[in-house]
C-alpha cells in the first residue's frame, strides 16, 4: 500500500499500471516520486496539519477522515493523515483510499509488510489509537495467543535449555517434522540471543537477554526427524548459569509470520563484480554470530539509506556453487550471500547501492517468499521462464533440480532479455547445459541486433507450445516464471491456456 516503486510496479490495478496488454508504463506525475517525496518531507512543511501535536484518535474520528484530501489511515495502532502522500504513492490513490478512515494493518501486511512506513510517513503522523491500540499479537499475553493459533495454525513450539561446563544448549521442539537450518534464523549481538523458527506460515521467536557472556561462535543443528532445532552456545567463563537470561520483546511468541516485522543485521560489502553492462554480483558477509540460510526460492530485503530515508527492497540471492568458476577463491559456505543485481541509473536505491565501497555495511533481513521446494517433489520434467533479473530465483531452483531432485530428467531455461548483452551468466549457462545433458537453455530476444539468429520476440503460445516439450507424455511437471510483472502475468496465464494446472506453476512475486 505505502510503497516506493518496486516488485509489482506499477503495483496491480494502479493507475500507472500499463493500459493496453500490460506493457507500457504510465509514469507519476512529474515532481511526484519517491525523491521528491522524501525532499517534501524534510521541507519542514506541516503535513498533519496539527502542527507536530501527536493525538489520541477515537475510532469515531478515524472513520471521518475517509476522503482523499483529508485521508487518516491506522497502520499497527498508529494513524497517519496519507493525503499528502497520496500523489506520490507508486500505487496509486484509489489503493490508498481502500483503507481510508480505518485500521488498514491487514491491507498493509497483506501487501507489503515490508516496507518501512514508519520512515516514509514519519511527518504524516497524527498521533495513536486511543480505544483500541493494535497490540502486536507477540505481545499478547502466551494463553491468548495459543488460543488464537489452536483454531488457526500449527500447535504451537516449546523451548528448553540445558548445560554442560563450557556450553549451553537451548533446545526448540517445533512439534513439525521435516524442519532444517534453513528454517532457522539465529543472531547474537552483545549476549542478546534472537532465534526465529519458522514453522509453515507461523513465526515462533526466542528473544532473551543472556544472563553470562557467550563467546561469538555457535552453531546451530537441526534433527529433522523429530523436528528440534538446537542453538550451541560456548560459555565464555565455565561458571554455572541459574538461568538463561531474561526475556525480551515477543520472546516465546509464535504468531503467523505475515504479522511479524522485518529483522535486520548489518552485513559488509565483501566484492562486486560487473556481470553484464548493468547487472553486478554482490557479496554481502554475515556478521560472524548470525546463522542465516536463505531457502531455495525465497529473497531477502536490503535496506539503505537514502537522503536520510530507509529505502528497502527485495533481492534474492544466488548460489555460488551452481556456476562454481564465477567466484575465486572459493569462501566458506553460509557465511557468505551473494546477489545479481541489476544498476537503474535512474532508479531509487540501486544506484546507492552501486555506489557503496568494499567495507560498507548493507542491512539485510531474514528471508522471505513462498516458495516451496516440497512442490518439486517428484517432478520430472522442470521448465523455468525467465525475464531480465527474474533469472535470480531460477539460478537456486536450478542449483536444487540438478543436485538434489532424483525424479528429474529435464529441466529447461528460457531466459527472456532485451538483446545479447543483457544475459546474465550466459557462458556458464550454456557451459552448463553441455556439461549436464538434464539442462537445456533457449534464450529469447525482444530487441536482437541483425546478427542474432536466436529466437526473438515476447512470451508467447508459439514460443511456450515449443519450450514445453514433456520427457514423456504424462510426466510430472512443474513450471516457475519471474520478471517484470506484467511479464510474470502474460507467461502464467499462457501456461494455463496451455493446460497446465495452479499447483503446477509457481510465479515469483514479493
Ligand atoms: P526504481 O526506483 O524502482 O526504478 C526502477 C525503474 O523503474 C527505473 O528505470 C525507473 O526509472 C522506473 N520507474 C520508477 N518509478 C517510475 C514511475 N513512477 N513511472 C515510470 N517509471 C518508473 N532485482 C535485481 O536486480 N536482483 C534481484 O535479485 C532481485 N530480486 C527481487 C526479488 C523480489 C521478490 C522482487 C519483488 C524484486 C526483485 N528485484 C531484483 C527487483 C528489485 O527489488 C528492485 O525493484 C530493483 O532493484 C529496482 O530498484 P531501484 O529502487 O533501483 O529502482
Ligand atoms: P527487462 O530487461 O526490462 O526485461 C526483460 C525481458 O522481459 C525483455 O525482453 C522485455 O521485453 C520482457 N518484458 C518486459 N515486460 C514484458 C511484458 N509485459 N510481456 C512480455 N515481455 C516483457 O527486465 P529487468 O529490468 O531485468 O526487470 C526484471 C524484473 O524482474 C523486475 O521488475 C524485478 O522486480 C523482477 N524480479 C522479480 C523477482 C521476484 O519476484 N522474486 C526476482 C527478481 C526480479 P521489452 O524489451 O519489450 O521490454
Request: aromatic share 8%; hydrophobic share 35%; net charge neutral.
Amino acid at each position: 500500500m505505502l510503497n516506493v516503486p518496486s516488485q509489482a510496479f506499477p503495483a496491480p490495478g494502479s493507475q500507472q499500471r500499463v493500459a493496453s496488454q500490460g506493457r507500457s508504463k504510465v509514469p507519476l506525475k512529474q515532481g511526484r516520486s519517491l525523491m521528491d517525496w522524501i525532499r517534501l518531507t524534510r521541507s519542514g512543511k506541516d503535513l498533519t496539519g496539527l502542527k507536530g501535536r501527536l493525538i489520541d484518535v477515537t475510532e469515531e474520528e478515524l472513520k471521518a477522515h475517509n476522503k482523499k484530501d483529508d485521508c487518516w489511515i491506522c497502520i499497527r495502532g498508529l494513524v497517519y493523515n496519507v493525503s499528502p502522500y497520496m500523489e506520490y504513492h507508486p500505487g496509486g490513490e484509489d489503493e490508498l483510499m481502500r483503507a481510508a478512515g480505518t485500521d488498514g494493518t491487514d491491507l498493509f501486511n497483506e501487501v507489503h509488510r515490508w516496507v518501512n512506513y514508519e520512515s516514509m510517513l514519519k511527518e504524516c503522523l497524527v498521533g495513536r489509537m486511543a480505544m483500541k491500540p493494535a497490540v502486536p499479537k507477540g505481545m499478547l499475553p502466551k494463553s491468548q495467543v495459543t488460543d488464537t493459533l489452536l483454531k488457526e495454525g500449527p500447535s504451537s513450539p516449546s523451548h528448553d535449555w540445558f548445560q554442560t561446563e563450557s556450553s549451553v544448549t537451548i533446545v526448540i521442539y517445533t512439534k513439525q517434522k521435516n524442519i532444517n537450518l534453513d528454517s532457522v534464523v539465529v543472531d547474537l549481538q552483545d549476549d542478546t540471543l534472537r532465534a526465529e523458527a519458522v514453522i509453515k506460515d507461523h513465526s515462533y521467536l526466542i528473544h532473551v537477554g543472556l544472563s553470562h557472556e557467550v563467546l561469538e561462535n555457535f552453531s546451530v543443528r537441526a534433527i529433522e526427524n523429530v523436528g528440534k532445532v538446537d542453538i550451541v552456545l560456548q560459555k565464555r567463563e565455565n561458571i554455572s548459569w541459574k538461568c538463561l537470561g531474561h526475556p525480551l520483546e515477543k520472546h516465546d511468541s509464535f504468531i503467523p509470520k505475515k504479522d511479524t516485522g522485518l529483522y535486520y543485521r548489518k552485513c559488509q560489502l565483501i566484492s562486486k563484480e560487473d556481470v553484464t553492462h548493468d547487472t553486478r554480483l554482490f557479496c554481502l558477509m554475515l556478521p560472524p554470530s548470525t546463522h542465516l540460510q536463505v531457502p531455495v526460492g525465497h529473497h531477502v530485503y536490503l535496506k539503505l539509506s537514502v537522503t536520510g530515508a530507509e529505502i528497502v527492497k527485495p533481492y534474492t540471492p544466488v548460489s555460488e556453487s551452481l556456476f562454481s568458476d564465477f567466484k575465486e577463491p572459493v569462501l566458506p559456505p553460509n557465511k557468505y550471500i551473494y546477489f545479481l543485481i541489476k544498476i537503474y541509473p535512474d532508479g531509487l536505491f540501486t544506484p546507492e547501492l552501486d555506489r557503496l565501497q568494499i567495507g560498507d555495511f548493507v542491512s539485510v533481513s531474514s528471508p522471505e517468499g513462498n516458495f516451496k521446494v516440497s512442490k518439486l517433489q517428484d517432478v520430472e520434467d522442470l521448465f523455468l521462464l525467465a525475464a531480465g533479473t527474474g533469472f535470480t530465483p531460477m539460478v537456486n531452483v536450478l542449483n536444487y533440480a540438478l543436485t538434489s531432485m532424483s525424479s528429474l530428467r529435464k529441466v529447461k531455461l528460457m531466459f527472456f532479455n532485451k538483446t545479447e548483452n543483457d544475459i546474465i551468466w550466459r557462458c556458464q549457462l550454456e557451459k552448463l547445459a553441455l556439461k549436464d545433458k538434464r539442462f537445456d537453455v533457449q534464450f529469447v530476444l525482444s530487441e536482437p541486433s541483425s546478427e542474432w539468429n536466436g529466437k526473438q520476440g515476447h512470451v508467447s503460445p508459439a514460443l511456450l507450445s515449443e519450450f514445453l516439450q514433456r520427457s514423456s507424455e504424462n510426466s510430472r511437471v512443474f513450471l516457475c516464471v519471474c520478471g517484470p510483472t506484467p511479464f510474470t502475468d502474460e507467461g502464467i496465464r499462457l501456461l494455463h491456456d496451455l493446460n497446465f494446472s495452479t499447483d503446477e506453476i509457481h510465479g515469483f512475486t514479493a
